[in-house]
């Protein structure tokens, strides 16, 4: 059966022409004026200096049927806002810029988490608080801001799936393959597939890995949800974010609420050339992953992790021998011995790695109970900051 097969637990939106996106933009505008979609990008100050911030930019200026967008930063001094709001200023959507790791809201959120670790997380967490408690999109969506090709096509497709009444998803994840002129995303291919398998092999299938491995590209980061899930659910503020936000709104949705869309092809990031921050990264998302399985009942001790190791290993292998053939089917360049190489590092991560996650966000629906002078005063700064 061609790309349009329906496997796992959850459905599968591929592309299949280029035809219908005209259609798409076309009905967006009613859609979402029923149903109203902010985005959220999570921004690094380095990201403010590459050139795909200008062409995410320049794409959503055609992007009407946004209702506003959220520059959540870090790395920015508060003086440098100014700056951002300027240069999407040109925007048609109202946008808000706060800068998480400058005062005022960098010692608030120090009195909630004591030592906050800022970063992507951390970003996407504050822009969905300040959006529940200040306005009412019906979807929030994610959007990485270091995409190099990055299409609004692709952006319209991810929110059409929430807001059409037809399709109704709650909540939609987007994939890509990893490829211009040579394999890349390594940490899916090479790690988190591998380890999924691994722990298969272990533990056996378990609705939780199921439903994790049905994904195509799970450490994606952009995604659409409803308002509501993403007020219910405690995120990860490091590199662990996207996989234990996949398991939280796993126990909290069917997976018939649930889809992954095609993002396209050539859908080229930012890609890591350093070993150990791609091994550091592997570190997270282990420990953020054995968390989620303690959760589930798991004891993921050192007995466990051993057990793990080994058969990630064979999994690695066979991994690598597949990737191997398709570099070759398509004329790409495959180097084995750094393929083996960066596999072996990454094995390190996984018994290194303990079942604590680095730092856990609480639901915003969980601070509004029980820390509602703090959310007053987050919201009071936040807006400040715009």
């Not at 400058?102 to 951390?122: E, N, R, V, Y």
Request: proline residues 5%; contains cysteine; aromatic residues 8%.
């Amino acid at each position: 059966m061609g790309d349009f097969a329906q496997s796992g637990l959850i459905c599968t939106l591929q592309q299949l022409n280029d035809t219908h996106v005209a259609r798409l933009e076309t009905e967006l505008p009613a859609l979402t004026a029923a149903r109203p979609v902010a985005l959220i990008l999570p921004c690094h100050e380095a990201d403010l200096h590459g050139a795909a911030i200008h062409r995410l930019r320049d794409e959503l200026r055609g992007a009407t049927w946004l209702s506003e967008l959220v520059v959540s930063l870090n790395g920015v001094e508060a003086v440098g806002a100014s700056a951002v709001r300027a240069f999407f200023g040109a925007l048609p959507q109202p946008v808000r810029v706060i800068c998480n790791d400058a005062p005022p809201l960098a010692t608030l959120h120090a009195q909630l988490m004591g030592s906050p670790h800022f970063g992507k997380g951390l970003n996407v967490w504050a822009a969905i608080g300040l959006l529940s408690a200040t306005s009412a999109p019906e979807i929030i969506v994610t959007q990485d801001c270091d995409v190099a090709s990055f299409r609004r096509s692709s952006l319209a497709r991810l929110c059409y799936a929430c807001v059409h009444p037809d399709l109704n998803f709650a909540f939609a994840k987007m994939y890509y393959p990893r490829v211009t002129d040579r394999l890349y995303g390594r940490v899916s291919r090479l790690f988190l597939a591998p380890l999924l398998q691994a722990l298969i092999r272990v533990t056996g299938h378990q609705p939780l890995l199921d439903f994790l491995a049905s994904f195509r590209y799970p450490l994606a980061g952009e995604m659409a949800l409803r308002r509501g899930l993403a007020e219910s659910l405690p995120w990860e503020s490091g590199w662990g974010l996207e996989i234990a936000g996949l398991c939280e709104t796993f126990r909290r949705i069917d997976p018939r609420e649930i889809c992954q869309v095609d993002g396209g092809s050539d859908y080229d990031h930012k890609h890591q050339p350093a070993q150990a921050a791609l091994t550091a990264m592997c570190g997270s998302i282990a420990e953020a992953l054995f968390a989620q399985l303690t959760v589930e009942g798991a004891v993921c001790d050192g007995e466990f992790r051993q057990a793990i190791e080994r058969a990630f290993r064979r999994e690695s292998a066979d991994a690598r021998r597949r990737y191997a053939a398709l570099a070759r089917i398509n004329a790409l360049p495959f180097d084995a011995m750094v393929e083996e190489e960066t596999a072996e590092a990454f094995a390190g991560a996984i018994t290194g790695a303990t079942a604590t996650p680095r730092q856990v966000l609480p639901a915003w629906e969980t601070l509004r109970r029980e820390r509602p002078e703090w959310v007053a005063e987050f919201v009071n700064d936040g807006r400040n900051d715009e």
